[in-house]
Every structure is written in structure tokens, then in C-alpha cells.
């Protein structure tokens, strides 16, 4: 061992002095070069241990850790793919840094991070095939060959996309600049394997080489003028060595480009031809041709492994190389040797070229340096190849070439992947840094360069970092700071967030860009005189406009923020900065883990789960909720944050606040009562305009000072549940709940709802009429009154009066009683469900009916055997009780001279104080009312409606007759359409049968499971084919030619179920909107909204044939299963060990099981698409009218039910625009306002459907007034 051991440092002395000397002729080429200084921080003259080798158990470089600049691994990746670009940079920024010049690789990140995010890097290409030629090498070390290694791996640098997008032809290529690179990685394995830092290594420059490693680096030249730039890197722990070196590219002269063009090619192809006659002229070499021939020249010596084999030597005669190259170059450019010889037959001279001799590359360098130059042309030659062969068209010819198929053949990757095996680093980065998706443009950030930090480090691997850097450059230790703390933003890392807080650290600059960012000169104002409230308004202001605030803006803004609020020593800006609302409303409930459709409740539990599992979360929790409570607009949710985090009340609570600020920010006065002060509020609550957050908190804490101060139990009830409580309200501010008188099912909703809509509630309550006005005004008119397409009895007439009479009364007392609710008369309900051909009988005096408005009539009349229908008798009139003093005291022209003084009162004001009331009193049993109200169970709302409407009209008088001698009236002009049929035979479609009908409301299906209501009416109004006797095959189409001001929309929830001999009903969801466009569903001419129906009718067939598809896809078999189900059942079975024991061939199994595979494979590809497909196409149709909006609607009116087919319990939700646009629930005598959530509300499983929605033309939304109180 010791003469070995000698002979070691002899060796070692020897490589030494020859580099030193080699080091002192070149010692001032690049500026800075590996001087003869062979031990880190000392000379040679001051080691102590002269004869002595590397044992490779001790740290060369103790104290590389304070060394600049410290990069890691990832970033020296960049640095290496980046530093080209800088290189050859005409940026007159980059070219006044000097980095030009020198590069990036041993520069500082300082230096260069602004530039970086601007710069597109290039791209690592490798071999992977390292059977081919080796591109990876690995060395013994000569210092220390038991434990220390030493990696070599050559790559190149260029950028492909870049390289494509500037190719158009095949001249191009050879234009594309291919730079070399080659790092050297010497591993101190003994070092290695005692290490114990995990994380992220931290590698420091090195300018002088230790004597060990310069003799292990011995074929580093820094002054080699092929070298572009270089680094040398050592890791803190295990003194790892990186050595970095850019090559320029190979055949880099011009003659060299120009020998690769397609006219140098032809012209050395047809001077050969002129040589050689056995040439055809018309096959002229390609350039991939020219390509492949010469990477084989290259590629030959590079695979001699020994001695004994024999150098394969080129025949300078050779067609390929003459034709493909100028042979010449082989040993004046190349290192070739020309070797002839004379044939001692025929005398002549054969030359051959003969190439370097590699096969003692290990032990010798200078061989080495020769066999990497010759690994670089391979490279080069190869990349430049494959890039040719893409020029070509798929079905070129030359796709078949043996040159096409080899470079083809050649397997290349670009990828980081072998920069990271190279550098030995953890399964775990190496799998993370092989994902596409893991690089993130995060990494491409000044201040993530700064820090040499990656977008997926550790919080623990980004802090060290930050200290190494301070710790090491302390005069910038402020832009070091900046850097941690926008990366601790962006990430959204709380330890790194917190970890910020603890540093008593604003750098200058950090502090003036803060500045800026809130557009403020800090050179010109006194940055000690900014407080907080003008900090704040800055911030709102600047992010006020969402759309315009890019995400990496808003992140700019927080940190400045974040910054200043330390600065100003403001806990108040930093309380709003960290639970300031997240952008996305998604994004909140994805923190909580629910869903949107949830309701309040739901969320308040996800909240206290979620902070209970994970403590840490709790500031994201808390942002969550006060996101969700402000798009809410939620009362209770803010009074559960206030709860949760008490941090919100001590910088919003009521005590920030006196009286008169409360009032002010309200802006009402002492002298507002209550109901004043919380209209205001919620116009202010719920105002849309509403961008500042905290402008919540501070109406909420405004609200509750003015509720202590006045000790309001309407205020404090308001704030505690977000509605009023009708019962702190003074009557005339709450609309009028009505009694169920029994089981009247929808009726009270159809009450409310026609009390709503002001023309129809004016009319009633005006209303004044006798049969014997009807008689007069047909007799006078000369038409023949029809409603419903027939003519009205006399019965029917006087029955409708006294309906509307009835209800009259029941409005005027809605209108005026001081009461919470009223109760309806029995008269009300029976004439409403009762069908209008059953005959009334009302109670009269004597042989004459009393109309009680001073009109006599003969009260003889046929009597019949209807259940509904009772004789006659003469009797007074009974007049309905109300509370503030209706009477019946009407027989005289005088009282009604009064009446009608009066009803032009109401007709002003919809005050109809004391008016009489001329109602009569129809002879109704129990038994026939019991009847009655079974009948309207058995019916739908629609039916009621009709009958209801149906009176209406009977009792009011035409404002015209249409040609049918159909009446015209209030009820027409509010409720009904027209629709215009047309059947057009497919034989003559010019021989077309229209007919208009009159509709009164809209009935869709959802037994036909439409998506939301634009499907279901897109149903209703869908073209029919059909047959008819009269025409043979028919097109049906329906459009509306007349829109009625008051659009109802019957949901048909109610099926009859076959099987079980029932009716079942079904509670599907329908989601609607609050406003609808009727466009598409009219009878137009207009070529733009046909085209687009059209196209729609089109993309609807091609999605009907999709969804089938994938319907067949999933449908299952009689045994359940599915066709992919099936396959996989099938492989299952093969595979399994009865099979096997058959005698069925193996090889035939296999190749069913790898069909059954496939098939599954395309069946999974298939749905996947047809799911995308289908999605795209649904989205797509969903906006194919947003442009046609001549048509609104929006909706005022949702009448429920809950329960089954044959029970359950009705309400109805109406929207009030003059109230803030609540809804408010009327459910009979009890009426409450509720959330707009709760009337959308399209969860599954939800008994409380819709059934009936009526909708009001836009414009005319004032009609609709469902508050209306008067009181004396």
C-alpha cells in the first residue's frame, strides 16, 4: 500500500504542475480562472499533509457555507437553461449589468431574477439510448478512487418550439443554435452516506479548486475558446462538487452551415455523378442524409472498447461520405488521419481516413477531451436530424429511408429528469420534477429566484435558505426579507406567514415599493405621517374593480399592504389583510368542504368541524365564512363569525361607534322610527354596488350602537335573524296573512297572489256592477257576449258578481283591518272551487231577488236535481262584519249615491272606507261546502284559476269584442296569450293551416327530466312530426304571436303510476331563473334568431344521438352489469386459475384478454370524451339566444307544495321590488320574509316543489304590489 500510495502522489504532482502551467499561459482570458491555489482559502505551501492523499472521509471545503453566490439545484438547472439567452441578450438592461458578457452561472440572483420572467428557457436534450453511444460517464477518481466518484453527462441546450416556429425549410435547420453542455459531479461517497441534512442541498461557488479535485477535473480548460460559461459548485454538507460547462455549437463555420443547404447537397451530388456514372442524378441525397452519415463517422470510434478490435477505418473513395460531405474535412476539422497505401496488384493508391483512437479515454484526459467533442458532434447531429425529419410531410417517401428510420430510431428526451439522477437527489424530487404540472411559473418570480427557492419547497427548506442568504449577504438582507414574505403570500403558507411576523426586519426598498404599489412617490410625501385609514382607503380603492386585478396584482397589493401595516405598527390593517375575503366564492366553500346549495345551518356546522380537525386552518375558516356571509348577505352567519373570531368586534363592534356616527352612516336622523331605519339598512345591505367588504361589518355595527341606544326589540330582532319579525311591526308595514277556514288547499295562495297585482286588486275593490248593467250593455252593444268561447247565462252572471263581491270584501278588509290576519267567508271558498255551471241559490225576501244595489229581479227559476243547486227564496241580504264598520244599509238611491262617492275614493287610493257591501248570501251547507272543497282538492290550481278568472270575466264588462265575439277585459289583457298552430304538410308545404288560440298559462312537463326551464319549454314549443289522414306526414310547429303581461308557468309534477294503479307525484328539480327571455318561443321573421333556433335544433339532435350513446354505453344487462362490467368480468375469469388449468392454449387466452383490454380502454376513452363532448355542447346551447332579450319576464310569484300526490300542504313565496325585492312567505295567517335561498332552492330530494311560477313582463314590474295597507 505505500508504494501504491506513492505512485498516487506522484501521479497527483505531475497532473498538477502540468495544469499549473497550462493555468499561468491562460491566466487572464476569462477574468477569472481556477488560479494555482489547490486547498480552499489557502496555498500549497501552507497544507500539512504532503504526502498524503485524499482519504475522502474529510470535508475539502470547510468553510464553503460562506461562500456567495448560494444556489440550489433547481436553480442552477434554470441558471444552466437560461444563460445562453443572457449570453447573447441585446436587452440594453441586461447588456448594462454586463451579463452579456459573462452569463448567469456564477453570478448572484440578484443580479438577474428582474429578467428572468421575461425570458422563455431552453430546453435540456439528452440521449436515452445509451447502447447507441454513451452520453453518461462515471470516473474513478484519481485522489481518492476508493471512495470518491466522479459523473459526467452531456447534453444539449436549445429550444425546439422556439426552433420550429422559425424553420420553413430545410435550410433553416443548420440556423438553429445547438449549445453543449457537460457537468461534471464529483460524489464523496464516504462523505455521502454519513450525511444527515435532509432537504433541499445548498450548493456555494468555488473559485479555486482544491488540489484533489483539480486533478480529478484535469480535463477542464477555462480558456478553451469553445467555452462559453462556466461554474463550479460545492454543497455545504458533503462538499459534493458540480462542475458546469456550455459549449458553443458544433460545426459552427460558415462553409460547415452551407454544406448542409439543399443546393450544396445537390451541387456535391451531381459533381460525384460527373465521376461517377453509376450514380442516378435523380436521387439526390437528403439533408437527413447528410446528417446520418456523418453521426456514424462520429459514432464509430466512439464504440471501440479495446485495443484488440479493429479501427474502422473510411474509404476515401466511399459514394456516402464524397456525396455527403467534403471528405477533406475528416482531418481538417475533425481529427481524422489520412492513411494510403499502394495495391501491389494494380499499383494504385488507396487513402483511407482513420479516425482518433479512444479506447484508452479513462486513463487518458487528453483522449477524453477528443472522445467528448466527438459526443457532442453525435448530439448535435442527432437533434439536427431529428428536427429534418419532422420537416417532412407524413407521406413523403424519404419516411422509408434507412437515414430516416435511423435517426428515428435514436431515442431523445427532453427532460430534467437526468439533471437530477446526475445530482443523486431523493426518489421524491425525482418523481416530482418528472411531472409536467409541477413547474410552476412561480419559479420564473424575481423574488423565488431570489431565494433560490422552487415553487414546491418546504416552508422548512425556503426559511433556511433565507437565513444562509442573510446570514451570508447581510446589505441586502432586506431584499432577501421581501422575497420571503411575498413567497409566504403567494404560497398562502401559514407557518412561513408566521414566521415573517416574528422578523423585525422592512427593507428600504421593500418599503418604497409598498409605497408605489398604493401609487404613492415616497419621495415625495413623509412616509411617518400615513395612518392607517388612508392606507386602507388606498388598498379598497385599488382593488375595488375585480375584473381588472390580475391575480399576481391583488398578491402585490396584499404584501404591500401586509408590509405597511407592520410599518405603521396598525393591527387593524393587518387584521384586514389576513381575513380579507377570498376572490372566488368557490374557493370558500372548497375550505369548508361543502357544497353552494347548502344552507346556513349546514355551513355554521362545516365551520366548527372543519377548524375542530384542523386548528390550523382556523384563519381560512374564518375567511371562508366571512366570504359565504357576505354573498349571502347573511346576518346570521356574520353574527356566528363575530362569535367564532371576536377579532372582528374589537375592530367592528358597536362601540367604535356613538349615536350620531351610527345615524350618520346610515344617514337617518333621531326623528326615524324602526321600520325607517331598516328599510334604509337593507337598501344599503343588500345594494349590489356594495364592493368594500368590511362596509358589512361596519352597517352591522352601525345598526346594533342605534338598536342599544333606543333599546329596539325590532332592531334586535332583525339583527339576530337577518328578517323582520311581523309581529314587532305595526300592521300597516306587513301585508295581511289569511285564515284557513279548513281545507282550502291553494286557495289563500291564489288570494294572495291575485291581492298582489295592483290593476286586478284596484278593479275588485272599484267594483260596483248588477246583472241588469250586463243586460243593458248586450243590449245596447248588439254582440253576442262570449267567454271561453261560449255564451255566459244569466246565472252564471249574477253567481260571478256575487264572487267578485265576495272577494271584494276580502281585499277590503286586506287592505284596512288592523288585525294580522282575516278570514275569508264560506260564500269566498264555495264559489271559487264550485264549477261555474252549478247554480247558486242566494237568499232573497219575497217573490224578488234584493241584488242589495236597488235592482229588483224575478226570482222564478226551474229548480234541478244538482247537489249544488237549492231553490230560490226571497230574504234579506247579510252584509260581512269587519272591524271597522262595514255595514249593509244600502237600499237607497241615496246610499248608493254614497257608494259611488266612495268607490271613486278607492279608485284614487284604494281606500274603499265605507263602502257598503252588496253581497249576498248564497244557502250553502256543510255537506255542499265540504263538496266544494273536495272538488278543488281533486283539482289543480289551474282549474281554480280558470274558474276564479272565469267569474271575473263573467262579472266585468268587455273593453271590446275580438272577431269571435270573445270578450276582452282586464283578465285578458293581464293573464292571457295567443298562439299561433301551423300544420304544414312535408308533401306541399305551401298549403299551410294556421290557427291562434288563446292561452292562459304555460304547462311543462318534467315527467321529460328537462335540465332547467328553458329545456322544459323548449319541450313545450318543439316542432312534431306527425301523420294526418287529410295531409299524410306533417310538421306541427308552435310559436306565441301575442305575450301576455302576466306569464304563468304550470309545473305537471302529478303521474299516474301503471303499475301500482296510482298517482304518484314527482319531485324532481327544475331549476328557473328570477328573469327569463321568451325570444326563441315567438312567431318572427327575424333571419338571425330563425338561424339561430335552427343551429340549436341541430346541436340538440347531435346531442340526443351522444347522450344515447353514452346511455348504451352504461346501460346494463339482466345480470347488472355494464359492457365495460362484462370485459372486465371476462379478463377476470381468464386470468384466473380454473382457466389456466384447461387445456385451453395459453397463447389464445392471451389474446382475447389483451382485446377484452382494449376494449375496455376504448370504452373508457369513449365515455370520457362523450362526457366532454356533451358538457361543451349543453354549455354551449344554454347561450346560444343571450343576444335576444325583447322578451323578458321576471318572476314575482312560486306557488309550493309539500307532501304527495293525494296530501300534503300549499304556500306561495311573492317577491316585493318596493320592499328591497324580498321575498316574503305567505303561509295563510302566518307571513314571514325569508331568504332568496330558500325560494331557489333546487336541492335533490326536496318535497317542497314549485308548481306553479308566474313571471311579469319587464317594465310593467310595478304592477306588482303585495303590500297594500291602509288604516283610519
Not at 460545426?251 to 450514380?279: G, Q, W
Not at 430534467?416 to 411559473?441: C, K, M, V
Not at 281606500?911 to 257598503?916: I, S
Request: aromatic share 10%; with cysteine; glycine share 4%.
Amino acid at each position: 500500500m505505500p508504494n501504491e500510495d506513492n505512485e498516487l502522489q506522484k501521479a497527483i504532482e505531475n497532473h498538477h504542475n502540468q495544469l499549473l502551467n497550462q493555468d499561468k499561459e491562460n491566466a487572464d482570458r476569462n477574468g477569472s480562472v481556477i488560479e494555482d491555489l489547490p486547498l480552499y482559502g489557502t496555498s500549497i505551501n501552507q497544507q500539512s499533509i504532503p504526502g498524503d492523499v485524499d482519504d475522502g472521509k474529510h470535508l475539502l471545503y470547510p468553510d464553503i457555507a460562506t461562500n456567495l453566490p448560494l444556489k440550489t439545484s433547481d436553480r442552477l438547472l434554470d441558471d444552466i437553461l437560461c444563460d445562453t439567452i443572457f449570453l447573447y441578450s441585446t436587452d440594453p438592461k441586461v447588456m448594462q449589468k454586463g451579463l452579456q458578457s459573462r452569463g448567469i452561472l456564477k453570478e448572484s440572483m440578484l443580479s438577474y431574477s428582474t429578467f428572468r420572467s421575461s425570458i422563455r428557457p431552453n430546453c435540456l436534450g439528452s440521449l436515452t439510448d445509451q447502447v447507441v453511444f454513451q452520453t453518461k460517464s462515471e470516473y474513478d477518481s484519481i485522489s481518492c478512487p476508493k471512495y470518491n466518484k466522479i459523473h459526467v453527462f452531456q447534453a444539449v441546450i436549445f429550444n425546439p418550439s422556439l426552433g420550429e416556429q422559425q424553420i420553413s425549410t430545410f435550410d433553416d435547420i443548420v440556423k438553429i443554435p445547438i449549445y453543449h453542455l457537460k457537468v461534471s459531479v464529483k460524489v464523496r461517497q464516504e462523505l455521502e452516506r454519513l450525511k444527515k441534512h435532509v432537504g433541499v442541498t445548498q450548493f456555494h461557488s468555488l473559485d479555486h479548486l482544491h488540489e484533489y479535485d483539480r486533478v480529478d477535473l484535469s480535463t477542464f480548460d477555462s480558456s478553451d475558446p469553445n467555452l462559453l460559461d462556466y461554474g463550479i459548485y460545492v454543497s455545504d454538507d458533503t462538499n459534493k462538487l458540480i462542475l458546469i460547462e456550455i459549449f458553443k455549437p458544433e460545426f459552427n463555420s460558415p462553409e460547415e452551415h452551407e454544406s448542409f443547404t439543399a443546393d450544396a447537397i445537390k451541387k456535391r451530388y451531381n459533381a460525384m455523378c460527373v465521376k461517377n456514372e453509376s450514380l442516378d442524378k435523380s436521387e439526390t441525397p437528403s439533408q437527413v442524409d447528410c446528417f446520418y452519415t456523418l453521426f456514424k463517422i462520429f459514432k464509430g470510434p466512439l464504440t471501440r472498447k479495446s485495443k484488440a478490435e479493429p479501427t474502422k477505418t473510411i474509404d476515401s473513395g466511399n459514394l456516402a461520405l464524397n456525396t455527403h460531405l467534403n471528405p477533406e474535412w475528416l482531418t481538417s476539422k475533425y481529427g481524422f488521419q489520412a492513411s494510403s497505401e499502394i495495391d501491389e496488384e494494380t499499383n494504385e493508391i488507396f487513402t483511407e481516413y482513420v479516425p482518433p483512437d479512444m479506447v484508452d479515454y479513462v486513463n487518458d484526459l487528453e483522449t477524453r477531451k477528443i472522445r467528448e467533442s466527438f459526443v457532442r458532434k453525435c448530439l448535435q447531429l442527432i437533434f439536427w436530424g431529428q428536427l429534418s425529419t419532422s420537416l417532412l410531410a407524413p407521406n413523403s417517401p424519404l419516411k422509408n429511408t434507412k437515414s430516416v428510420k435511423g435517426m428515428s430510431s435514436l431515442q431523445t428526451s427532453f427532460s430534467t429528469l437526468p439533471w437530477f439522477h446526475l445530482l443523486g437527489e431523493s426518489r421524491a424530487r425525482i418523481l416530482l420534477n418528472s411531472n409536467e404540472q409541477t413547474h410552476s411559473p412561480l419559479d420564473a418570480e424575481p423574488h423565488f429566484i431570489n431565494l433560490s427557492v422552487s415553487h414546491y419547497y418546504t416552508d422548512r427548506d425556503i426559511i433556511r435558505n433565507y437565513e444562509s442568504l442573510s446570514s451570508l449577504d447581510p446589505e441586502n438582507i432586506g431584499l432577501y426579507f421581501d422575497a420571503l414574505t411575498y413567497i409566504a403570500n403567494r404560497k398562502g403558507a401559514y407557518q412561513l406567514i408566521a414566521y415573517c411576523g416574528k422578523q423585525d426586519i422592512i427593507g428600504q426598498e421593500a418599503l418604497e415599493n409598498a409605497l408605489l404599489m398604493f401609487k404613492i412617490n415616497p419621495k415625495e410625501c413623509n412616509i411617518s405621517e400615513l395612518n392607517e385609514a388612508t392606507l386602507l382607503s388606498i388598498y379598497k380603492f385599488e382593488t375595488s374593480n375585480k375584473s381588472q386585478v390580475t391575480s399576481n396584482h391583488l398578491t402585490n397589493l396584499k404584501n404591500a399592504l401586509r408590509l405597511l401595516a407592520k410599518y405603521t405598527k396598525s393591527d387593524k390593517l393587518k387584521f384586514y389583510v389576513d381575513h380579507e375575503p377570498y376572490r372566488a366564492l368557490s374557493q370558500a366553500y372548497d375550505t369548508l368542504s361543502i357544497d353552494e346549495s347548502v344552507d346556513e345551518d349546514i355551513i355554521k356546522t362545516a365551520y366548527s368541524v372543519k377548524i375542530n380537525d384542523s386548528p390550523g386552518l382556523k384563519l381560512d375558516c374564518d375567511r371562508a365564512l366571512y366570504t359565504i356571509a357576505i354573498s349571502k348577505r347573511s346576518l346570521d352567519l356574520f353574527n356566528f363569525l363575530t362569535e367564532e373570531c371576536p377579532q372582528f368586534s374589537n375592530y367592528y363592534g358597536p362601540e367604535k361607534l356613538d349615536y350620531q356616527e351610527a345615524l350618520k352612516l346610515l344617514q337617518v336622523n333621531e326623528n326615524a322610527s324602526d321600520e325607517t331605519i331598516l328599510k334604509i339598512f337593507k337598501q344599503k345591505w343588500f345594494d349590489e354596488n356594495v364592493y368594500e367588504p368590511d362596509q358589512f361589518l361596519i352597517l352591522r355595527a352601525a345598526l346594533t350602537k342605534i338598536s342599544i341606544e333606543r333599546n329596539s326589540t325590532l332592531i334586535t330582532n332583525f339583527l339576530l335573524t337577518g328578517t323582520i319579525d311581523p309581529n314587532s311591526l305595526p300592521p300597516e308595514n306587513w301585508p295581511t296573512g289569511i285564515n284557513n277556514i279548513g281545507n282550502t288547499c291553494y286557495l289563500n295562495s291564489l288570494l294572495q297572489y291575485y291581492f298582489s297585482i295592483a290593476p286586478l286588486r284596484r278593479y275588485v275593490l272599484e267594483y260596483q256592477k248588477t246583472v241588469e248593467n250586463f243586460n243593458d250593455h248586450l243590449s245596447n252593444s248588439g254582440h253576442i257576449r262570449r267567454i271561453g268561447g261560449r255564451e255566459i247565462s244569466r246565472g252564471e252572471v249574477e253567481r260571478s258578481i256575487q264572487f267578485i263581491y265576495q272577494l271584494r270584501n276580502l281585499f277590503y278588509a286586506m287592505v284596512h283591518t288592523r288585525e294580522r290576519c282575516v278570514t275569508p267567508s264560506k260564500e269566498l271558498a264555495y264559489l271559487a272551487f264550485a264549477p261555474s255551471n252549478v247554480e247558486v241559490e242566494f237568499e232573497v225576501e219575497g217573490n224578488k231577488v234584493v241584488d242589495q244595489t236597488g235592482v229588483l229581479s224575478d226570482s222564478k227559476k226551474e229548480t234541478t236535481d244538482d247537489a249544488f243547486t237549492t231553490k230560490i227564496k226571497d230574504t234579506s241580504l247579510i252584509d260581512l262584519e269587519m272591524e271597522d264598520g262595514l255595514n249593509g244599509d244600502v237600499g237607497t238611491d241615496a246610499n248608493r249615491k254614497k257608494n259611488e262617492s266612495n268607490d271613486a275614493e278607492v279608485s284614487e287610493n284604494e281606500d274603499t272606507t265605507g263602502l257598503t257591501s252588496p253581497t249576498r248570501v248564497a244557502k250553502i251547507s256543510s255537506d255542499q261546502l265540504e263538496n266544494a272543497l273536495e272538488m278543488g282538492r281533486q283539482q289543480d290550481v289551474t282549474e281554480c284559476i280558470g274558474n276564479v278568472l272565469f267569474q271575473i270575466e263573467s262579472g266585468s264588462e268587455p273593453i271590446r269584442y275580438d272577431e269571435d265575439n270573445e270578450q276582452y277585459d282586464l283578465v285578458k289583457q293581464l293573464f292571457y296569450g295567443t298562439t299561433k298552430q301551423s300544420i304544414v304538410p312535408l308533401s306541399a308545404t305551401n298549403k299551410v293551416r294556421t290557427k291562434v288560440e288563446r292561452f292562459l298559462s304555460l304547462l311543462i312537463n318534467i315527467g321529460d327530466h328537462p335540465k332547467d326551464i328553458y329545456d322544459a319549454f323548449d319541450s313545450y314549443f318543439k316542432d312534431e312530426y306527425l301523420t294526418m289522414e287529410e295531409y299524410g306526414d306533417v310538421i306541427r310547429t308552435v310559436a306565441v304571436t301575442t305575450f301576455p303581461t302576466i306569464l304563468q308557468v304550470q309545473i305537471q309534477r302529478v303521474y299516474y303510476d301503471r303499475e301500482r294503479l296510482m298517482p304518484f307525484k314527482s319531485i324532481e328539480p327544475l331549476p328557473f331563473k328570477e328573469v327569463i327571455y321568451m325570444d326563441r318561443y315567438a312567431d318572427t321573421e327575424n333571419p338571425l334568431l330563425l338561424a339561430k333556433k335552427k343551429e340549436t335544433e341541430e346541436m340538440k339532435q347531435k346531442l340526443k344521438v351522444m347522450k344515447n350513446r353514452q346511455r348504451e354505453l352504461l346501460s346494463r344487462d339482466d345480470s347488472g352489469l355494464t359492457r365495460k362490467d362484462a370485459f372486465l368480468e371476462s379478463i377476470k375469469l381468464l386470468e384466473s386459475d380454473t382457466i389456466k388449468k384447461t387445456p385451453l392454449k395459453i397463447e389464445a387466452a392471451n389474446d382475447v384478454i389483451k382485446t377484452l383490454r382494449n376494449n375496455v380502454q376504448n370504452i373508457d376513452n369513449e365515455l370520457m370524451k362523450l362526457y366532454n363532448d356533451i358538457n361543451s355542447l349543453e354549455e354551449k346551447i344554454s347561450h346560444q339566444f343571450d343576444d335576444f332579450k325583447e322578451y323578458g319576464y321576471s318572476l314575482f310569484s312560486v306557488f309550493i307544495h309539500r307532501g304527495e300526490a293525494s296530501y300534503g300542504h300549499y304556500w306561495i313565496y311573492i317577491k316585493d321590488r318596493n320592499r328591497n325585492g324580498i321575498w316574503r312567505k305567505y303561509n295563510d295567517e302566518t307571513i314571514s320574509e325569508v331568504q332568496e335561498e330558500e325560494v331557489f332552492n333546487f336541492n335533490e330530494g326536496n318535497t317542497a316543489t314549485p308548481y306553479f311560477l308566474v313571471y311579469v313582463k319587464q317594465g310593467q314590474e310595478g304592477d306588482i304590489e303585495p303590500l297594500k295597507r291602509i288604516l283610519k
